[in-house]
Structures are given as C-alpha cells and as structure tokens.
C-alpha cells in the first residue's frame, strides 16, 4: 500500500507481474470479461497504442495465443484441485 498523508493512495499488487509483452494483459483481462466488455478494451488498446507508436504487430495472432496459455493453465489448477 501507498500511503500519504494519512490516506491510502494506492494498492500495489506484484503477485502475478511478470517482465514480458504487455499483451498477455490485454489477453487476461479480455479472456475473463464479456464480448462487449472485451471488444471496447480491444478497441481502446489499438487507439492508446497506437498514440504512442508501439507495436501493434500480430496482434490478432499474440491475443490468441495468450488466450489459449489463459485457458489451458485455468484448466490445470482447476484440475489439480479435484
């Protein structure tokens, strides 16, 4: 926690923070919303990145795989759980 003066500014929380490309993020968040939900921070991504002229390469293609990571290691701790 960051606190000043007295008041809780911020909540840091490093459990999962990994060095890596911030695309997995985008991935994590879109994979466990709605379609709606997923499909406006898929649109906001492209235009913030986009701003700051980073690359948008295989994106489609980097979303998918991150998606897939998601979901194959969401099945293993859930099978391990059983």
Known sequence: MLIHNGN??????????????????LAYMTFWSDREWSALMKKEYNER???FGLGLEHLVERLSCYCYFIGLDGMRFFAKRI
């Open 8 to 25: 809780v500014e911020a909540v840091i929380d490093w459990q999962d923070a990994k060095y890596g490309d911030p695309v997995f993020d």
């Open 49 to 51: 990145v986009g701003k």
